[in-house]
């Protein structure tokens, strides 16, 4: 028997597809989008309602998602996208806010030569309409929250463990939380005065700041200080995010000790360094991630020619880079255009097989 | 204007597609914004023209409701078809990573699918551009629009059937990839026929169903005149689309190729074939973009996948390299144009004049750069 549920789906299905093949679903999206410009179906997006400026180099974007925003947990990141002249460029930012509310926030910090941040810094107003990808991620806070907590950040890594803070006093469930925070001043700490008032008001919430520029202190995190700070931490269900550096110096302790056990770590972390460029193309190897089989490149020539060399058949036409048909993303690696000299090193990136040459060891979706 | 081209040599070719790539490159540096914002607007033009047009046939009563909405409805699908479609998929837009105009996936108004137009379009006639028996878009394997091509006696026949692929332009290019002639020729089976047809035979069908049966319907007792509107509107997009794609590649003084002439090309001589495969349309700003700026069919040529937008403004200085190396650069007014094609037409159903390719040039061997590129080291 089919359930009610199964024969609205074969409908919908059978809807979109008849509304493909009249060519309606493009026209449904472009009314929408000129009735309303933060309405589709096709996308997430949302409309800024609100900048706040959380320090000199931090800014607070609150967004109003469409329909089409499913939510997001505690913790979790959503990639951001925004046209900077005239093309689409996308990166992750843990989400800020707490769960279950109509309103959602990404805090932003600039990064120098960050197109995205500096883009949001300086383009992006109330009134625009950013697009996100779907919440992801999993250092998240366990359905049963942990009896004793520790959040500790370090600089804009504040993001994703404030909206778990902020969750908890939400639902009034901060019993016996330590939140560490490191920056560089009293003036860097993003959420300084929330974290006051909060800390204030619950009983449960010890709020620790640890800032580079107090008299004698360690700059970034230190092991003794820490421990002297925080002397059960080894015992508390523990969320860590921060630069990079800053991650794996505490994560040692942790080993050290023995407790990695309780220990969660945001693995989301910018790619912001390009592979490195190898000058021969021989040796890289091409991962072709969605059939699944990796291909090493033997001698010179183009990744189409490579491709064809070790037995694959993409899809392909002219050879000279003009009919597109070779079109494909590379989702990581460094690959040069030989007709311009353009060097391709972002994720995400579409690529034209027959006018590229692997500079390091490559993904395609393929 | 049709100056004849003076024959180049390798390295002067060379010089030539290396002054040519130095302005793509300045086009590309310069992309962004600006162009993103024209094809909007042209996309916005082209969705409230057909909702206009719709409006008008579905709503309206008498023949001035009538001719207006079929009007608005037939340059909807202009636009559609031709500085929206067309190029998009060529990949004009990929750069903006925005999946609306993103090559691959956009399909078009069109009974003619966009898979079948990216293969036989954008690569075989982009890529082999009148060369004989490479490029099937020399008078399409039935017409004879080159006297290189040899005549024979069904060619008496061909202002009538020229005629009569105008009316039916949408259907001969989207019937085109299917290679109907290769199944007399013996080089194709009824079966492999009839696999590479489906996707066609299926979009023509919904095609149909849309412009026949869906929207008359939706107009109840205006049917018929919807249906009629539809078809008028798909007439007119027809005949002009065939004008400007007649236009660009058959009037008097372009020329075709061999094969053998061809064989070891460089970039450099694919963009000397290029220039002299095609011909340009003068007018004004809105005539360039109802051709889908294929008025500027040299440039689109020469630089397929940039943004059409900017041909014009690149046209003069191609225009200015063209000259300084002996090339000739075929231009005119429409009527000029037309008119040279339909004589041509005319005159090649007759046989005659005697002409046969040029002969090979010699290349010597280590001069050759094949065209297919290899990285350098």
Redesign the interface.
């Known amino acids: 028997m089919i359930s009610i549920q199964e024969t609205g789906t074969g409908w919908r299905s059978a809807g979109s597809v008849v509304a493909r093949r009249l060519l309606l679903d493009r026209q449904a999206e472009f009314w929408m989008g000129e009735l309303d410009p933060v309405r589709s179906r096709a996308e997430i997006r949302a409309r800024v309602v609100a900048v706040v400026e959380e320090t000199e180099d931090t800014k607070t974007f609150v967004l109003r998602p469409n329909a089409a925003w499913q939510g997001h947990r505690a913790g979790q990141y959503s990639s951001v996208e925004v046209e900077v002249d005239g093309v689409r460029v996308r990166r992750c930012y843990s989400i800020s806010s707490p769960p279950g509310e109509a309103l959602v926030s990404i805090t932003v910090k600039r990064v120098p030569g960050g197109r995205v941040s500096t883009w949001l810094h300086k383009h992006t107003r109330s009134g625009d309409i950013l697009r996100l990808g779907t919440a992801a991620g999993d250092f998240v806070l366990p359905a049963a929250t942990p009896t004793k907590l520790l959040l500790l950040s370090g600089g804009s890594g504040i993001t994703p463990v404030m909206s778990m803070l902020r969750d908890l006093a939400a639902r009034d469930a901060i019993h016996d939380v330590v939140f560490v925070h490191h920056a560089r001043s009293r003036a860097n700490v993003i959420f300084g005065e929330e974290l006051s008032e909060l800390a204030a008001r619950h009983a449960g919430l010890r709020l620790v700041l640890c800032l580079d520029d107090e008299p004698s202190a360690p700059r970034g995190f230190e092991e003794a200080r820490f421990a002297n700070l925080v002397p059960d931490f080894a015992k508390r269900s523990t969320f860590l995010c921060g630069p990079g550096p800053f991650m794996d110096r505490a994560e040692r302790l942790w080993e050290n000790v023995g407790a990695s056990a309780l220990l969660e770590r945001e693995s989301f972390a910018p790619t912001t360094a390009p592979a490195r460029m190898v000058s021969s193309v021989e040796g890289v190897r091409v991962r072709l991630a969605r059939s699944d089989r990796a291909v090493a490149a033997k001698g010179q020539g183009t990744l189409l020619e490579q491709l064809e060399r070790a037995g694959e058949r993409p899809a392909h036409g002219c050879r000279i880079g003009i009919c597109h048909s070779c079109k494909c993303r590379k989702q990581t690696g460094t690959v040069q255009n030989v007709v311009t000299g353009e060097v391709s090193s972002e994720p995400d990136q579409e690529i034209q097989l027959c006018i590229s040459v692997p500079r390091s060891d490559l993904e395609l979706d393929l | 204007m049709t100056t004849q081209s003076k024959s180049l040599t390798r390295e002067e070719a060379d010089a030539f597609g290396r002054e040519l790539?130095a302005l793509r490159?300045e086009v590309?540096a310069d992309?962004?914004?600006?162009?993103?914002e024209h094809i909007r607007q042209i996309?916005?033009t082209a969705?409230r023209s057909?909702?206009a047009g719709r409006l008008l046939l579905h709503f309206g009563f008498g023949p001035l409701s009538f001719v207006l909405g079929t009007s608005a409805l037939g340059l909807s699908k202009i636009l559609e078809n031709m500085e929206i479609g067309h190029n998009i998929m060529?990949?004009q837009y990929?750069?903006?990573?925005?999946?609306?105009l993103d090559?691959?996936r956009y399909?078009w108004?069109n009974v003619c699918t966009g898979d079948d137009w990216?293969?036989s379009h954008?690569?075989?006639h982009?890529?082999f551009t009148n060369i004989l028996g490479k490029d099937r878009d020399i008078g399409y394997g039935f017409l004879r629009v080159a006297p290189e091509q040899p005549w024979r006696p069904v060619h008496l026949t061909q202002p009538v059937v020229a005629a009569l692929l105008a009316l039916f332009f949408q259907w001969g290019v989207g019937a085109h990839d299917l290679r109907v002639d290769e199944l007399f020729a013996g080089k194709q089976t009824p079966a492999e026929l009839a696999k590479r047809a489906r996707p066609f035979a299926t979009?023509a069908a919904?095609q149909l169903?849309?412009d026949y049966a869906?929207f008359p319907a939706l107009a109840l007792i205006n049917a018929p005149r919807v249906a009629l509107g539809n078809l008028l509107a798909n007439g007119t997009r027809n005949l002009w689309t065939y004008a400007v794609i007649f236009c660009g590649h058959f009037p008097e003084g372009v020329r075709v190729y061999t094969e053998d002439e061809t064989a070891d090309e460089s970039?450099g001589q694919?963009y000397v074939r290029q220039l002299n495969g095609s011909a340009n349309i003068e007018g004004s700003r809105w005539l360039h973009v109802l051709t889908g700026h294929l008025s500027h069919q040299i440039e689109h040529h020469m630089f397929?996948?940039l943004p059409a937008a900017r041909y014009p403004e690149m046209a003069p200085r191609v225009r200015e390299i063209c000259a300084r190396y002996g090339q000739g650069y075929n231009t005119g007014s429409f009527a000029r144009q037309l008119s040279s094609v339909i004589g041509r037409i005319a005159r090649l159903s007759l046989p005659g004049p005697k002409k046969t390719a040029k002969a090979t040039r010699v290349v010597p061997e280590e001069a050759a750069t094949p065209?297919?590129?290899?990285?350098?080291?």
């Open positions: 790539d490159q590309i992309l962004g914004k600006r162009d993103l996309i916005r969705n057909e909702a060529h990949g990929d750069w903006t990573r925005d999946p609306a090559s691959l399909d108004d990216r293969h954008n690569y075989e982009h890529t979009k919904w169903f849309k869906f970039r694919w397929p996948d065209l297919t590129y290899r990285a350098a080291a």
